[in-house]
């Protein structure tokens, strides 16, 4: 096997041309990831028979691109032998062979129920598809001291393609390790960040990162403050997440795959590995990059899910990488159980208590009284003084009238509308009502599930007849 410089046109020699390191990249049909054979730097690249090649270096134009060094990475370089590599190429790698390989590693280093466990297994290989996937959940254990939801990461650190393990970890760092070159050059596995929701941009950041082609932009500055220059880091890619409570912010955790953790006993430590186990983890770690270089060009299938929005966005790609294997039955039941859970605490959610509460109070014309219904919540609250202007719920904490006003306004699409009425004294005086309709109303039942009776205006149609209809969800 011999290694060998692709170049292009340049009028340059080779000592004139700018080192470039790169991580991976894409030129046309080609996908090249950096690497080692016998500790000597070079990039992988699959070739049309799927079997991949490799060389030390490409000549671009006036750049020598060369595969970025170790200690310029935060994870262990993919270093093979010549002759394990060639091993490895002699027959194409399927895709339920590697699941067997990685449920093992899950089942021996993690204690977890089996619905985490072939999540965990899924989600790992799918850190080595991140070119074919266009949305993604992320993986969040949470537990206690010493439940073992750090163990979780730690194996992803092990397996997962260009895993970075960090705790507290920066935004200026995390956009560094991602760059602006390639998406999705590497995997984030950051750990203890139940206080993420304390860094309001950091966790905005992660938010918008899980959809393909996501982009953050910089302003980069020169050395004297001057020279301003707008740039895009490329944010999307594979993010596990650990930490003893889930951050209090209702975009992140509806992005979540939440793995409730508890101490248990394992078959192995992934935390003090014996020679032989991180040597078990290197090979498989190994053959996951020959595997994604043999599919670089090979997209997922194409599933009808029967999931809508949200659910098809973050569990669509996860069924589909499992499409014609064993593990596709079995990861319908992890997408079904996590679809669950999202819509569990989408329907415990602040926003579903108030629209509870907006549907109990509204007229036959889809309209409410601010007054009446800020009354109920305070007196559900157990408070009798209407002129408070916010009230705490042990379970959706400060509530304020301006919050109540903006969730109508904002998340519930109603019209505010201000009067001038008369009171019992005599004197006229503002009342505020906020107009809802009604398509909306029946939109946000089917997200929020309230318990309504049958007689209730959502269920009247058009002639005036009352009833729910079939379509709805009891």
Not at 142 to 163: D, F, P
Not at 257 to 270: L, P, Q
Not at 288 to 296: E, H, I, M, P, Y
Not at 312 to 334: C, H, M, N, P, R
Request: one cysteine or more.
């Amino acid at each position: 096997m011999t290694l060998k410089k692709r170049t292009t046109k340049t009028t340059k020699t080779t000592s004139d041309l700018k080192e470039v390191y790169k991580v991976k990249f894409r030129i046309g049909e080609h996908l090249y990831e950096s690497g080692r054979i016998d500790e000597t730097p070079v990039f992988f690249v699959n070739s049309e028979t799927n079997y991949p090649s490799m060389l030390p270096c490409l000549i671009v134009e006036d750049e020598s691109w060369t595969p970025i060094s170790p200690e310029k990475c935060g994870y262990e370089p993919y270093s093979f032998t010549k002759e394990e590599y060639e091993v490895l190429l002699k027959k194409p790698i399927k895709t339920e062979e590697l699941l067997d390989e990685i449920y093992e590693c899950v089942n021996k280093y993690v204690y977890a129920t089996e619905i985490s466990k072939i999540l965990i297994t899924i989600d790992i290989l799918m850190t080595y598809a991140q070119e074919h996937l266009q949305t993604i959940h992320f993986p969040f254990a949470v537990g206690e001291t010493e439940s073992g939801k750090s163990s979780i990461l730690h194996l992803v650190k092990h397996l997962g393609y260009r895993c970075l393990y960090v705790e507290g970890i920066n935004k200026a760092n995390v956009y560094n390790f991602l760059g602006m070159d390639e998406e999705a050059t590497g995997t984030l596995a950051e750990d203890e960040v139940q206080d993420l929701y304390k860094n309001p941009e950091k966790i905005n950041m992660y938010k918008n990162s899980y959809a393909k082609g996501s982009k953050q932009p910089v302003i980069l500055m020169g050395n004297n403050g001057s020279n301003k220059e707008q740039v895009f880091y490329k944010i999307f890619c594979s993010k596990w997440f650990a930490g003893e409570r889930i951050p209090e912010n209702k975009g992140f955790k509806e992005r979540l795959a939440i793995i409730y953790m508890t101490s248990g006993k394992t078959n192995g430590n992934i935390k003090k590995l014996k020679e032989e186990e991180r040597q078990q983890l290197s090979q498989l770690r190994k053959k996951l990059l020959v595997w994604k270089l043999q599919n670089a060009n090979t997209p997922l299938h194409d599933i009808d899910s029967g999931l809508k929005q949200r659910d098809q966005e973050l569990w669509e790609d996860f069924l589909a990488i499992t499409f014609g294997t064993k593990y596709y039955e079995k990861s319908k039941k992890v997408a079904e159980y996590y679809v669950q859970q999202r819509h569990q605490n989408i329907w415990n959610s602040r926003e579903a208590w108030l629209f509870q509460a907006c549907m109990e109070g509204i007229s036959d014309e889809f309209k409410v009284k601010f007054v009446d219904l800020w009354t109920k919540l305070l007196q559900k609250d157990g408070v009798e003084d209407a002129t408070l202007g916010s009230i705490f719920s042990d379970e959706h904490g400060k509530i304020s009238k301006t919050t109540v006003s903006k969730i109508f306004q904002e998340k519930f699409l109603a019209h505010k509308i201000i009067t001038i009425e008369t009171g019992g004294n005599g004197k006229n005086h503002q009342v505020t009502y906020y107009q809802f309709d009604k398509d909306i109303c029946q939109t946000l039942y089917e997200k929020y599930h309230p318990n309504l009776p049958v007689t209730h205006p959502l269920f009247n149609d058009p002639s005036g007849q009352s009833g729910q209809s079939t379509n709805w969800k009891n």
